[in-house]
């Protein structure tokens, strides 16, 4: 992971924290229990729930350091406080697919929060990217698969 700061919505830093209590309480002692019932079947080198408790173990743990060194660089961005004259990490934009006269709300956020099913995109994302710093109005050109997708960015505010 980067020395760059991590840039969450309060909501995220909620969702952050409370995976780490999870993994750190209950998490933890779910698999000292599946430890401990492999370990009684006795020969370590032959089993598998002993193997596959240690591997959940090993992802477990690795997840904690993940989460706590991005709760220790995370940086809160408040939409409600930001100048809404243009996109930036936090807000919400509501675009129109320019080919499809579709409406389209997206809320952009930092990358540890990115959900495509829920409508977050990372500002790190293709979209995300050349949303930063446009206005009402701008016309926004995404290279994909497919070819380039425009949108017309119709509004900006805060969730």
Known sequence: MSNEEVFLTKEGLAKLEEELRELKGAGRKELAARLKLAISYGDLKENS??????????????????????????????????????VSVGTVVIL??????????????????????????????????????KKVGDIISVNAPMGVIKYE?????AD
């Open 96 to 133: 129109n697919d320019v080919e499809f006269a579709e409406k389209i709300e997206y809320r952009v956020v930092g990358p540890a929060e990115a959900d495509v099913l829920d409508n977050k995109i990372s500002y790190e994302s293709p979209l995300g990217k050349e949303l930063i710093g």
């Open 49 to 86: 729930e002993y193997h596959s408790a240690k591997e959940d173990q090993s992802f477990m743990e690795t997840r904690i350091m993940i989460l706590e060194k991005m709760l220790i660089k995370a940086q809160v961005v408040d939409a409600s406080s930001m100048d809404l004259g243009k």
């Open 153 to 157: 960015l119709l509004e900006i505010k």
